[in-house]
C-alpha cells in the first residue's frame, strides 16, 4: 500500500505542481492518476519513486517513510514505465530486459532466461529477442518497457503515459496485456495518463487532479461514470 499524505510540490520558480494530495494506493490493483497536461501527475509519480522530493507531506510504503529507505533499495522496488519505453538504443532486447536482473547480481544465464520468460509474459515473439529497439514498432517497444519493469519482480509497478505514443489498435491491444499481467502477477500499479477512456478501461480506482495539482475524485470507474 502506498500512502500519499497531505503531500505538496512548488517547484523552484513557484510553480505549484501537487497541492496537499492525499490518496491512499492499495495493493493488487491498477490506480489511474487522470487529468489535463500539467496538473501534477508525473510529478506525484516521480515523488513515489523519489526522483522529485515533495516541498512538504510525506510518501509512505507499507507504513514506512520512502525517506527511510536508501533511493536504490526503494527503486529497486518500483519498475518504472515510460512513454516511448526508454529503452537503451545500444542493447538488445533480451539485453534490455536482462540488465536489471544483473544489476541485482543474478548470472548471465539466469538473467537472459528471466528475460525470455518476461518476453513470453508480455507476448514478445522470442525471434525478436536479438533485435535492437529501433527494430521494433512503438507498440513492441513499449511490450519491452513492461517486461524490463517487471524484471526485478517489484511488488509496484509505475507508469506514466506507457501507451500514449501509440496508435488506437495497439493501445487496446497492450491495455488488455496489462490487465492479463496484473491478473496474474497483482502489483499495486500507479497508472498515469491524461485519457479518461484510458483511465476507465483500466483503472480500479481514478484519481482526477484538475489543473493546479488537486484531487478533484477519487473513485472507481463506475462512480466516475455516472458522477
Ligand atoms: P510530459 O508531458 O511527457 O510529462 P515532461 O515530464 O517533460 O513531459 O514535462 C511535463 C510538463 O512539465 C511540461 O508541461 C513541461 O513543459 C514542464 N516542464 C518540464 N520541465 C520543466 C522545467 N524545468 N521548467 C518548467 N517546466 C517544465
Ligand atoms: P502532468 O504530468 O500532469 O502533465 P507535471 O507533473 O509534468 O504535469 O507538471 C505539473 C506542473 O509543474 C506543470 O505546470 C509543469 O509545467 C510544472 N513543472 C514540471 N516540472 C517542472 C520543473 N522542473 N520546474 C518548474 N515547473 C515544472
Redesign the pocket.
Known amino acids: 500500500m502506498i500512502a500519499i499524505e497531505d503531500v505538496s510540490k512548488r517547484?523552484?520558480?513557484g510553480?505549484v505542481?501537487v497541492d496537499r494530495l492525499s490518496l491512499q494506493i492499495p495493493d493488487r490493483s491498477i490506480t489511474v492518476l487522470v487529468?489535463?497536461?500539467?496538473?501534477?501527475?508525473?510529478?506525484?509519480l516521480r515523488m513515489i519513486n523519489r526522483m522529485i522530493e515533495p516541498s512538504s507531506g510525506t510518501i509512505r510504503v507499507d507504513g514506512e517513510d520512502v525517506r527511510s529507505r536508501p533511493v536504490n533499495t526503494l527503486r529497486r522496488s518500483m519498475g518504472y514505465v515510460i512513454q516511448n519505453a526508454g529503452l537503451f538504443q545500444h542493447r538488445t532486447v533480451l539485453d534490455n530486459i536482462a540488465t536489471v536482473p544483473r544489476l541485482l547480481g543474478w548470472s548471465k544465464q539466469r538473467a537472459r532466461e528471466r528475460a525470455a520468460e518476461l518476453m513470453e509474459r508480455v507476448g514478445l515473439d522470442p525471434a525478436m529477442a536479438r533485435r535492437y529497439p529501433y527494430q521494433l514498432s512503438g507498440g513492441q517497444q513499449q511490450r519491452v518497457g513492461v517486461a524490463r519493469a517487471l524484471a526485478a519482480d517489484p511488488p509496484i509497478l509505475l507508469m506514466d503515459e506507457p501507451f500514449s505514443a501509440v496508435d488506437p489498435v495497439v493501445r487496446r491491444g497492450l491495455q488488455e496485456e496489462l490487465l492479463r499481467i496484473q491478473g496474474e502477477l497483482g502489483k499495486a500499479i500507479v497508472f498515469?495518463t491524461?485519457d479518461m477512456d484510458e483511465a476507465i478501461t483500466i483503472g480500479d480506482r481514478i484519481a482526477v487532479?484538475r489543473t493546479g495539482?488537486r484531487l478533484a475524485q477519487f473513485a472507481a470507474p463506475d462512480e466516475i461514470l455516472s458522477s
Open positions: 517547484y523552484a520558480d510553480t505542481a487529468g489535463p497536461s500539467g496538473c501534477g501527475k508525473t510529478t506525484t498515469v491524461h487532479l495539482g
